[in-house]
Antibody
Framework: EVQLVESGGGLVQPGGSLRLSCAAS????????MNWVRQAPGKGLEWVSYISSGGTTIYYADSVKGRFTISRDNAKNSLYLQMNSLRAEDTAVYYCARDPPTGTAHFDYWGQGTLVTVSS | DIQMTQSPSSVSASVGDRVTITCRAS??????LAWYQQKPGKAPEFLIY???SSQSGVPSRFSGSGSGTDFTLTISSLQPEDVATYYC?????????FGGGTKVEIK
């Protein structure tokens, strides 16, 4: 069974840092491209970042570029999001999502999400 | 960036009704479009990829169509378990972008 389990969320002050993790199981993690997507309270979905299966290609939304860093450890079946210089507008549930190696670029499995709250 | 516009923002229909949700891209994206369903308090779930393809496990009452800039998600016979917010997503180019969502309720 495919599972994606996020962790690392919590309450952080503006300007602070947080590192999110996504533990993958039930599939060959190193074959899959991965993404982070966030959802502010009561709002819609916002794509945050993408990383290729080997970690060599990375993209970010403009809203997080220069502040967030996506990475992965295929040996540990894990995806990460290092978030620095956090702002109130970064408050959201953060989801990791799998992108299958079919060339169709969609997110076929999502984690349950982890809540990040940026507030003083 | 490619903007995705969904309509309507909400729809209320009776059980058994046909429900149609529209998604428009600000520029042509071929068939590079996906649809997701998000039930209250839950993570999104994948419904449709490549504008009109679904995978096993997705009820057959859900179908997608369109190409270029105009796309449609149709629920052929609305069921109580379909109460959710539906999102389209363009996967043609980065940054990937989602539509604003369509909330589907039972009348």
């Amino acid at each position: 069974e495919v599972q994606l389990v996020e962790s690392g969320g919590g309450l952080v002050q503006p300007g602070g840092s947080l590192r999110l993790s996504c533990a993958a199981s039930g599939f060959i993690f190193s074959n899959y491209e991965m993404n982070w997507v966030r959802q502010a309270p009561g709002k819609g979905l916002e794509w945050v970042s993408y990383i290729s299966s080997g970690g060599t290609t990375i993209y970010y939304a403009d809203s997080v570029k220069g502040r967030f860093t996506i990475s992965r450890d295929n040996a540990k079946n894990s995806l990460y999001l290092q978030m620095n210089s956090l702002r109130a507008e970064d408050t959201a549930v953060y989801y990791c999502a799998r992108d299958p190696p079919t060339g169709t670029a969609h997110f076929d499995y999502w984690g349950q999400g982890t809540l990040v709250t940026v507030s003083s | 960036d490619i903007q995705m516009t969904q309509s309507p923002s909400s729809v209320s229909a009776s059980v058994g009704d046909r429900v149609t949700i529209t998604c428009r891209a600000s520029q042509g994206i071929g068939s590079w479009l996906a649809w997701y369903q998000q039930k209250p308090g839950k993570a999104p779930e994948f419904l449709i990829y490549a504008a009109s393809s679904s995978q096993s496990g997705v009820p057959s009452r859900f179908s997608g169509s369109g190409s270029g800039t105009d796309f449609t998600l149709t629920i052929s016979s609305l069921q109580p378990e379909d109460v959710a917010t539906y999102y389209c997503q363009q996967v043609n180019s980065f940054p990937l972008t989602f539509g604003g969502g369509t909330k589907v309720e039972i009348k």
